[in-house]
């Protein structure tokens, strides 16, 4: 951190503490109630926030791990398991869908002046 910035926070921080002291002070049974919400509403959001999964490492994680150890050691059956999953380099899982765009239309007399 630049001297600037050490000088800031410096200011920051003892403005901050200043105007705990005033407000504990003036009303001490607010400012304790007030952080003791804040720490119980950052509590709660930590506790059952849904981003998390678990504690625990997950199965495939583990498997995996374990997998790592054998280190080139495949199995027949992972070999099979293996070329069923690589795709044929012919096959392609796009299917073209004729259009009528360019075409001249077929029946005139049937279109439609509203769409």
Same mark, same amino acid.
Request: net charge positive.
């Given at each position: 951190? &630049?001297?600037?910035?050490?000088?800031?926070?410096?200011?920051?921080?003892?403005?901050? #503490?200043?105007?705990?002291?005033?407000?504990?002070?003036?009303?001490? !049974?607010?400012?304790?109630?007030?952080?003791?919400?804040? +720490? !119980?509403?950052?509590? #709660? !959001?930590? @506790?059952?926030?849904?981003? @998390?999964? %678990?504690?625990? &490492?997950? /199965?495939?994680?583990?498997?995996? !791990? @374990? %997998?790592?150890?054998? $280190?080139?050691?495949?199995?027949?059956?992972? +070999?099979?398991?293996?070329? @069923?999953?690589?795709?044929?380099?012919?096959?392609?899982?796009? /299917? +073209?869908?004729?259009?009528? $765009?360019?075409?001249?239309?077929?029946?005139?007399?049937?279109?439609?002046?509203?769409?």
């Amino acid at each position: 951190m &630049t001297n600037a910035t050490k000088f800031f926070m410096v200011i920051l921080f003892s403005l901050a #503490a200043v105007g705990l002291v005033i407000s504990l002070q003036a009303n001490p !049974l607010m400012v304790i109630l007030s952080i003791v919400f804040a +720490v !119980l509403i950052l509590f #709660a !959001l930590s @506790r059952f926030s849904g981003g @998390r999964t %678990n504690r625990y &490492t997950d /199965k495939g994680y583990q498997r995996a !791990l @374990r %997998n790592q150890k054998r $280190k080139g050691k495949i199995t027949p059956v992972e +070999v099979q398991k293996l070329t @069923r999953l690589k795709r044929q380099p012919g096959q392609n899982p796009f /299917k +073209v869908i004729e259009g009528n $765009k360019g075409k001249p239309p077929k029946d005139k007399e049937k279109k439609s002046y509203y769409h």
